[in-house]
């Protein structure tokens, strides 16, 4: 009875994340801490910082308490190869109620051009696959034998291609970035007896911007914010205010328009290590349901080439 409790929560969660009886869309896992996340969305991101791997991850845990709820973890790498061209890859893992697992796989190339004296702007493509897979054995939905319910009717498990594109204009203090990670339209369940297809994967648009203001010699001011749009689905707004102390500590707090407020931390350890975290306080009606949302990420880069070390290098504001 326990078990069979459980898979009615996590059927109606699945419910809500992949009904689309009237097209409307799967939303793309979300990141609090999305400006040190960038590249996952935005395959135009760059630092041209010629001579440091970029290493990156960070792990979510949404809705805690309630069944069935989405984890999300991603990880990238990234490095300019001279002054104009950067490449990089990155991995996304979302999973709902071990349930539904995705896996995005993708390998990105930005080209920069110089654009006035300190600003460049960065034009990227990204290629590569979506794994779904969704497992509903066990699952129970009313008292008879047989479910009406086509989405959990059997097992999913299928692979296609995708394309992303982007632009990112920035400059040593600030950025703005569009871009579209997942140009090519899928669906996860095909139409069947009449009724439309469930979980489809629609394009999303991302515009980010952040700005670097110094406060004093020693306060640096950082707000950001990120949009995200996709057909069938309410524009989501992300707005953060982060205070940078000494070049080291970084705290502040987010607001997701309609959804949650957050709270953001992170430290810079080592001139080359970063580590940082966020939670969430949910607003919507989900707040009865769940205690919030937990977010960790790390941030390495790696000296290549042994030229630049130690505090003296600017630290990476975005």
């Known amino acids: ?133 969704a497992n509903f054995d066990g699952f129970i939905l009313q008292s008879g034998d047989v479910s009406t319910d086509i989405a959990f009717n059997e097992n999913i498990n299928k692979s296609f291609p995708n394309l992303g594109i982007g632009a990112f204009f920035f400059g040593e203090n600030y950025y703005l970035g569009l871009s579209a990670p997942n140009m090519l339209s899928s669906k996860h369940i095909e139409n069947e007896n009449g009724i439309s297809a469930t979980g489809v994967q629609s394009v999303h648009y991302f515009f980010t911007g952040g700005y670097v203001f110094d406060v004093n010699r020693d306060i640096k001011f950082k707000p950001a914010f990120m949009g995200k749009a996709v057909k069938g689905s309410p524009v989501a707004l992300d707005i953060t205010a982060n205070f940078l102390f000494h070049e080291r500590l970084e705290a502040g707090l987010g607001y997701r328009l309609g959804d949650a407020v957050s709270a953001l931390v992170n430290f810079r350890i080592t001139p080359e290590l970063r580590i940082g975290y966020a939670y969430d306080y949910t607003t919507s009606n989900l707040s009865k349901f769940n205690s919030g949302s937990h977010e960790i990420f790390i941030l390495f880069d790696v000296d290549l080439f042994g030229f630049k070390g130690g505090y003296d290098r600017s630290p990476r504001f975005f």
Do not use: C
């Open 1 to 133: 009875m326990k078990n069979l409790n459980r898979y009615h929560k996590i059927a109606a969660l699945l419910s809500l994340t992949l009904w689309s009886v009237q097209s409307i869309a799967q939303q793309d896992p979300q990141f609090t801490q999305y400006m040190y996340n960038m590249s996952v969305i935005n395959p135009a991101y760059a630092t041209a910082d010629e001579g440091i791997l970029n290493l990156g991850g960070l792990y979510r845990t949404q809705w805690v308490g309630m069944q069935g709820a989405p984890k999300t973890g991603s990880f990238f790498a990234h490095t300019p190869v001279n002054e104009r061209i950067e490449l990089g890859l990155s991995f996304t893992n979302d999973n709902i109620g071990d349930v539904i697992d995705e896996n995005n796989i993708y390998a990105d190339f930005a080209y920069v051009l110089p654009v006035g004296f300190q600003s460049k702007l960065s034009l990227g493509i990204k290629a590569g696959f979506t794994s779904f897979n």
